[in-house]
């Protein structure tokens, strides 16, 4: 169903839009849209570009490709992970998609332990046991799931005491303490995505019966997928 919605989405930009594109279009359109939101992480490159020429003025190949390299990096760890550009997206996502109308005041109001964060879903630090499960959920190495945590549909908001209470657990765990945060009678989550990951990283959890499993993975992929679309509608390229 998910997928459905999604796919109807992106043909509903194609009639608005009333041209034709493809996948890698609009993966395209929506990362150069995102530059938009803050400062340009062309700069990265440029800077290291400069150093990509000897004193004679004879193009460098390999240190072209090095800064390149480096320019990358610096996109997917530095810029994309911005605070600005994060906490934007997922406010208004939170907001429009979720009808949390008092998400900007959670924000701003919040303090101390109800301050809210950044939570990965998949963790940025990972034991020794997680690693070990690593092909289970569908990841070839420790470097692609080290990409991997950083895509939009590996994150969410969450208070910094319930954040702090899970740490860096496993994705299985996760799913029952994001479900028990939003039906805690005495102390419950102001955030609605995390009521919807525990609604359905749980019932993801059933079908693997409580494995690891690369469903897992496939979930936040199309959640991230999801999350781009609505920040190209949301914030459209100029």
Do not use: M
Request: net charge neutral; with cysteine.
């Amino acid at each position: 169903k998910k997928l459905k919605k999604i796919k109807d989405d992106i043909k509903t930009i194609h009639q608005n839009d009333n041209i034709n594109i493809s996948i890698l279009d609009f993966i395209e359109i929506f990362e150069l849209s995102i530059w938009r939101t803050g400062k340009e992480p062309i700069k990265y490159f440029k800077n290291s570009w400069i150093n990509s020429f000897s004193n004679d003025s004879k193009l460098d190949l390999q240190g072209i490709i090095s800064s390149f390299g480096q320019f990358i990096e610096n996109y997917r760890c530095n810029y994309l992970v911005e605070d600005r550009n994060f906490k934007h997206i997922f406010t208004e996502y939170e907001r429009l998609n979720h009808q949390n109308n008092h998400i900007w005041e959670i924000l701003e109001k919040r303090k101390g332990n109800n301050r809210i964060e950044e939570e990965h879903i998949f963790a940025k630090d990972i034991n020794d046991t997680a690693i070990n499960n690593l092909e289970k959920y569908g990841f070839k190495n420790l470097d692609e799931y080290y990409d991997f945590i950083y895509i939009y549909g590996n994150r969410t908001f969450l208070e910094k005491r319930f954040n702090a209470s899970i740490g860096n657990d496993d994705i299985l765990n996760k799913a029952s303490y994001y479900k028990n945060f939003c039906e805690n009678n005495t102390d419950k989550t102001e955030i609605k995505d995390i009521c919807k990951l525990g609604k359905e990283l749980n019932e993801i959890a059933q079908y693997s019966n409580s494995q690891p499993n690369p469903a897992f993975k496939y979930y936040l992929e199309i959640r991230d997928l999801e999350i781009k679309i609505f920040a190209y509608k949301r914030f459209p390229p100029i």
